[in-house]
């Protein structure tokens, strides 16, 4: 079975930078893996902020940027804002229409 | 703008089915395909599976094959998702998002499903 791993949480000051990372069991993730990545903030849906490793929807904020880092998908914001404290899941393509979730980042901007 | 619409929250009981729908706007149906995606309480998302609006084909990940069926209504630009025998840790809130061949994008709003008896 896949299992697809993210840090289960992490801290950050505002104004401070972070990189969340995703790895998969099955080896390196690449550019074919297509990462997305998704923001999840209490009783909301997830919200989609990067795709295919590093494209941004016209909605995602500047400071949110995605990237392939050691073998892994990352997504790193910079210039933290306290909105940004939410849950952080990537997902992963696997083939033949798989698809499969991180288990999620929790965020705390503190 | 692009809205995905999700029916209301259902109570089930143990053994019982539901049949969730999403109803898409915005955007051309038979483009994109559907992705269904629950979070249980307090855990994280996981992906169920994946109709094509298009051909109507599908593909499910392998926890739920067998116990579900993933549908569009092009007419209605609708889809629906049916989860059968139901048990209590199928309780959770039931996403339905849009899915690109590189991308999922938009969401619904979701659906809670308790199983309880």
């Known amino acids: 079975q896949t299992v697809v791993t993210q840090e289960p949480s992490l801290t950050v000051s505002p104004g401070g930078t972070v990189t969340l990372t995703c790895a998969s069991s099955t080896g390196a993730v690449t550019s074919g893996y297509y990462p997305n990545w998704f923001q999840q903030k209490p009783g909301q849906p997830p919200r989609s902020l990067i795709y295919?490793?590093?494209d941004k929807h016209f909605w995602t904020p500047a400071r949110f940027s995605g990237s392939l880092l050691g073998g892994k998908a990352a997504l790193t914001l910079s210039g933290v804002q306290p909105e940004d404290e939410a849950h952080y899941y990537c997902l992963l393509y696997y083939g033949n229409a798989n698809w499969v979730f991180g288990g999620g980042t929790k965020l705390t901007v503190l | 703008q692009i809205k995905l619409e999700q029916s209301g929250g259902e109570v089930k009981k143990p053994g019982a089915s539901v049949k969730v729908s999403c109803k898409a706007s915005?955007?051309?149906?038979?483009?994109?395909?559907i992705s269904w995606v629950r979070q249980a309480p307090g855990q994280g998302l996981e992906w169920m599976g994946w109709v094509s609006a298009y051909k109507a084909n599908t593909n499910y990940a392998q926890k739920f094959q067998g116990r579900v069926t993933m549908t569009t209504e092009t007419s209605t630009n609708t889809a629906y998702m049916e989860l059968r025998s139901l048990r209590s840790d199928d309780t959770a809130v039931y996403y339905c998002?849009?899915?690109?061949?590189?991308?999922?994008?938009?969401w619904g709003q979701g659906t809670l499903v308790t199983v309880s008896s």
């Open positions: 915005g955007y051309s149906f038979t483009s994109y395909s």
């Open positions: 295919s490793t590093t």
């Open positions: 998002a849009r899915e690109g061949w590189d991308l999922v994008d938009y």
